[in-house]
Nanobody, 127 residues
């Protein structure tokens, strides 16, 4: 299992941008598919975006499509989530998750698929 650590959260005004990073330990990170999830207070964790182990395939929740971009740098063991045009409803704790995969182009959108999770980073969007 890889160890995942998120960073980049903070307070931003509506319409602004933030870039979250997920740093992974371990030499096998390039064999992991990665996803971003978020949890609003009092609600269940929900899917945000996912990227395949190769970086060639991505998936987004409808609520963030066109505003968020996920990418990865396997040489640096990092996955990033660029968040633009932020809205108050994007306020949540954001988690990155990883799962080893034998498929280079498969993305995973279900929370239960992932075996490794970071501790989360708070994103607050003020209106």
């Amino acid at each position: 299992q890889v160890q995942l650590v998120e960073s980049g959260g903070g307070l931003v005004q509506a319409g602004g941008s933030l870039r979250l990073s997920c740093a992974a330990s371990g030499r096998t990170f390039s064999s992991y598919a990665v996803g971003w999830f978020r949890q609003h207070p009092g609600k269940e964790r929900e899917f945000v975006a996912a990227i395949s182990r190769s970086g060639g395939s991505t998936a987004y929740a409808d609520s963030v499509k066109g505003r968020f971009t996920i990418d990865r740098d396997n040489a640096k063991n990092t996955v990033s989530l660029q968040m633009n045009s932020l809205k108050s409803e994007d306020t949540a704790v954001y988690y990155c998750a990883g799962q080893g995969s034998m498929y280079t182009s498969t993305v995973y959108v279900r929370m239960g698929t992932y075996g490794s999770w970071g501790q989360g980073t708070q994103v607050t969007v003020s209106s």
